[in-house]
């Protein structure tokens, strides 16, 4: 069971075409899965009806009554696995999606806005791992490179920036492909309905890099385990203290004599203990 959310602050990177793309992988092997459209223009249940291997896909958006929070909890509740595309732009509840996330993927593509946007991602990956105090699996996804064998210039220089500020970035780029843009209007999933084609092959090798980054990232329970409902509260147990250590008799002179006011004088002291309770102001 596993929580994948794509994330970058940055709108156009590619974070939509590549929860599409996962979703689609999920269902061909056989898992089921469910989608949280955090995206203003609500892409994926659009596109999802249009496929009839789709249909099926469960999408959730937040509203006023239902939270990040409590969405996916629900939805993790009911599916093997749940993706997450968030909108471009720093929110609270992209925040929260990335806390209660097993893999965050930073789309990222080569360009110097996508870069400075996608090291800002990262920065907000890492707050959200020490904040929810679990160890997030992120990486940075390169989309969009070039199809052929040789990598330009500049997508080295994109690996190595990210590597200097800490970030992990996956080895296998997502190629650009004319049946990724024709995707949304073809409704033809290369890995769903071709998988023998380069396309598809390019994508499957990019899902099993992720899947392995999360399995060795997180070694403990799954995040969707983490958010279930608490079991209830056992019954406190009565307090005993005052059972076993009885209270002391209190002397009154004593207790008294210890509430002294200590801003008063030596003589001012003395007359304050003569003087009867009932006429101290």
């Given at each position: 069971?596993?929580?994948i959310?794509?994330?970058?602050?940055?709108?156009?990177?590619?974070k939509?075409?590549?929860?599409m793309?996962t979703?689609?992988e999920?269902?061909?092997?056989?898992?089921t899965?469910?989608?949280?459209?955090?995206d203003p223009?609500?892409?994926l249940?659009?596109?999802?009806?249009?496929?009839?291997?789709?249909?099926?896909?469960?999408?959730?958006?937040?509203?006023?009554?239902?939270?990040?929070?409590?969405?996916?909890?629900?939805?993790?509740?009911?599916?093997d696995n749940?993706?997450?595309?968030l909108?471009?732009?720093?929110?609270n509840?992209?925040q929260?999606a990335?806390?209660?996330?097993?893999?965050?993927?930073v789309?990222?593509?080569?360009?110097?806005?996508?870069?400075?946007?996608?090291?800002?991602?990262?920065?907000?990956?890492?707050e959200?791992?020490?904040?929810?105090?679990?160890?997030?699996?992120?990486?940075?996804?390169?989309?969009?490179?070039?199809?052929?064998?040789?990598?330009?210039?500049v997508?080295?220089f994109?690996r190595?920036q990210?590597?200097r500020?800490?970030?992990?970035?996956?080895a296998?780029?997502?190629?650009?492909?004319?049946?990724w843009?024709e995707?949304?209007?073809?409704?033809?999933?290369?890995?769903?309905?071709?998988?023998?084609?380069?396309?598809?092959?390019?994508?499957?090798?990019?899902?099993d890099?992720?899947?392995?980054l999360?399995?060795?990232?997180a070694?403990?329970?799954?995040?969707?385990?983490?958010?279930?409902p608490?079991?209830?509260?056992?019954?406190?147990?009565?307090?005993?203290?005052?059972?076993?250590?009885?209270?002391?008799?209190?002397?009154?002179a004593?207790?008294?004599?210890?509430?002294?006011?200590m801003t008063?004088?030596?003589r001012?002291?003395?007359?304050?203990?003569?003087?009867p309770?009932?006429?101290?102001?």
């Open positions: 069971m596993a929580i959310t794509f994330a970058q602050v940055k709108g156009g990177s590619g939509t075409t590549t929860a793309c979703v689609a999920l269902v061909a092997r056989g898992e899965v469910a989608a949280l459209d955090l223009n609500r892409p249940g659009e596109f999802f009806q249009r496929v009839p291997e789709l249909r099926q896909i469960e999408v959730a958006v937040p509203s006023s009554e239902k939270r990040v929070s409590v969405l996916v909890r629900e939805l993790a509740q009911r599916n749940v993706v997450i595309d909108m471009g732009a720093a929110t509840d992209t929260v990335m806390a209660l996330a097993d893999l965050i993927v789309p990222s593509q080569m360009s110097g806005t996508d870069l400075k946007c996608g090291v800002e991602t990262w920065r907000q990956a890492d959200a791992a020490e904040i929810s105090k679990r160890n997030i699996a992120r990486g940075v996804l390169i989309v969009r490179t070039s199809a052929g064998a040789v990598r330009p210039r997508e080295a994109l190595e990210y590597i500020v800490g970030a992990h970035v996956l296998t780029p997502f190629g650009d492909r004319a049946v843009k995707m949304t209007y073809s409704a033809h999933i290369p890995h769903l309905h071709d998988r023998g084609s380069n396309a598809s092959a390019n994508f499957i090798a990019v899902f890099e992720m899947m392995a999360m399995r060795s990232a070694p403990e329970a799954s995040a969707a385990c983490w958010i279930r608490l079991c209830p509260l056992a019954p406190r147990a009565p307090n005993l203290k005052h059972r076993i250590f009885p209270r002391r008799r209190v002397n009154l004593t207790y008294h004599r210890r509430r002294l006011p008063l004088g030596l001012q002291r003395n007359n304050w203990r003569r003087t309770r009932f006429s101290r102001a």
